[in-house]
C-alpha cells in the first residue's frame, strides 16, 4: 500500500519561504516520478511542479518558476518542495502525488498524499 505523507505547511507573511516534506512508502521511491500539485479555496487542484525518478529537469509551472525548487533524497523516499518568496495566492492546499511517469496532470497520479495546507497573509 502507497503512503505519501506531507508536513511543512503552515502560516508564513508575504515574502517568506516554507519548505514543504513528502515522505513515501510502500513503492520503490527511487524509479517514481514525483509531483507537488495545490488547490486554494474554490478552486480546482492545480499542477506545481513534477520531477522525474533522477531529479534531472524538473517542469514548473509558470506562476512558481524562479521562487519554488523541488528536490528528491531517494536515499530517504523524500520529496521536497522549498518555497520562497511566497505571495497571498499561492495560499492553498499542498498534495504531493506519485507515479511511473512525470506528467503535469493530475489524472497521471494514481497515488495522493492528505495533503498540507499553506497560508500566506499579506
Known amino acids: 500500500q502507497v503512503q505519501l505523507v506531507e508536513s511543512g505547511g503552515g502560516l508564513v507573511q508575504a515574502g517568506g519561504s516554507l519548505r514543504l516534506s513528502c515522505a513515501a512508502s510502500g513503492r520503490t521511491f527511487s524509479t517514481d516520478a514525483m509531483a507537488w500539485f495545490r488547490q486554494a479555496p474554490g478552486k480546482g487542484r492545480e499542477f506545481v511542479v513534477a520531477?522525474?525518478?533522477?531529479?534531472?529537469?524538473?517542469d514548473y509551472a509558470e506562476s512558481v518558476k524562479g521562487r519554488f525548487t523541488i528536490s528528491r533524497d531517494n536515499a530517504k523516499s523524500t520529496v521536497y518542495l522549498q518555497m520562497n518568496t511566497l505571495k497571498p495566492e499561492d495560499t492553498a492546499v499542498y498534495y504531493c502525488?506519485?507515479?511511473?511517469?512525470?506528467?503535469?496532470?493530475?489524472?497521471?497520479?494514481?497515488?495522493w498524499g492528505q495533503g498540507t495546507q499553506v497560508t500566506v497573509s499579506s
Open positions: 502525488a506519485s507515479s511511473r511517469r512525470r506528467s503535469t496532470s493530475i489524472y497521471g497520479y494514481p497515488y
Open positions: 520531477i522525474n525518478w533522477s531529479g534531472d529537469s524538473p
